[in-house]
């Protein structure tokens, strides 16, 4: 970085990056805001420099970050640097919006896989399986408190929930893959306005009506559920745990191809934005019904039956 206007905007980016991190790291409340903005200085400065550059600029935020948040503060700037640089750089090469939310998506998921595998080895760190005790001892409790009021639990509903609790230990994958896509969307949603208004020129999404999925993905659906009902493997098999894992991430996307399907109908019909809210939020609990319209929608073309009536 010999140049003096990238050496001047390199340093700016890193003292931004120092005071979001020690913000992020220290202040609770606060610290949830600038999360949200973490990423920003290395994707904006990734997004206008050459890739080498930003890699530079990516081992000095994680420098900074350590002398100025200790040791506490290296993941962060990890995580954040390295989905920052990837995104600059596919924004740099004016690539599309889904490939650009495919990459940084792995980034990210990247980052939490060997971040989870280092807290276990090197710390005997696992916040997944400690989540599942306290999950265990609050409903052992709820359990004692109610055999003492003189009532009896009911068995399916403990053998309900010690089932649930076995599903988050075999669907970590799943939970991971989804924290992370959700965490790159949210980092989009925040970041991208912030960097138009810079004068960088981002790429952009269809609108959340027009989103579809392929319909290969409905035969995807079908081929794990036909494999779930004809193998039925037994719970610790590696085949029960790739194909629940597979059937879960296919069900998420066939809710999301839902309520795309919900906004579709209700931009034919020209319902308000109001109403679009609420009925999503009532649509809350009802997702099974949700991901059965999406599957109608995939496999029979509603949108296009629709707009023929239109």
């Known amino acids: 970085m010999k140049n003096p206007r990238i050496l001047t905007e390199g340093a700016l980016m890193l003292a931004i990056f120092a005071v979001l991190t020690l913000i992020t790291v ?3 409340v606060i610290g949830i805001v600038s999360s949200l903005v973490l990423i920003f200085p290395v994707l904006y400065f990734a997004s206008r420099y050459a890739l080498r550059t930003s890699l530079i600029l990516l081992v000095g935020s994680i420098l900074i970050s350590f002398i100025m948040g200790s040791i ?3 993941p962060l700037a ?3 640097g390295t989905t920052g640089v990837v995104m600059g750089w596919f924004i740099k090469e004016k690539k599309s919006k889904i490939s650009l939310l495919i990459a940084s998506g792995f ?3 990247i980052n939490l896989v060997i971040q989870y595998v280092v807290s276990i080895i090197f ?3 696992d916040f997944i399986n400690d989540m599942i005790k306290i999950l265990e001892k609050s409903f052992d409790q709820s359990s004692e408190l109610m055999k003492s009021l003189g009532q009896t639990p009911d068995p399916k509903v403990i053998d309900q929930m010690n089932s649930y609790l076995d599903m988050i230990g075999v669907l970590t994958p799943s939970l991971f893959l989804m924290m992370a896509f959700i965490n790159a969307i949210i980092i989009i949603w925040v970041n991208f306005p912030i960097l138009r208004r810079l004068g960088v020129e981002t790429p952009k999404f269809k609108p959340f009506r027009e989103w579809q999925l392929p319909k290969s993905f409905l035969w995807y659906y079908l081929i794990i559920l036909i494999l779930s009902i004809v193998l039925q493997p037994e719970k610790g098999d590696y085949s029960f745990w790739a194909l629940q894992n597979l059937s879960y991430v296919l069900q998420v996307l066939m809710i999301v191809q839902g309520f795309s399907f919900i906004y579709y109908f209700a931009y034919i019909k020209k319902w308000p934005k109001g ?5 999503t939020i009532l649509s809350l609990p009802l997702l099974p019904i949700i991901r059965i319209l999406g599957i109608i929608d995939l496999g029979f073309d509603l949108r296009q039956r ?3 009536k239109s």
């Not at 109403?275 to 009925?279: A, D, H, Q, T, W």
Request: neutral net charge; aromatic residues 18%.
């Open 26 to 28: 220290y202040i609770p």
């Open 72 to 74: 506490l503060a290296i």
């Open 78 to 80: 990890i995580i954040y």
């Open 107 to 109: 980034t990210l998921l």
């Open 123 to 125: 710390f005997d760190f």
């Open 275 to 279: 109403i679009v809210i609420l009925l």
């Open 306 to 308: 629709l707009q023929r």
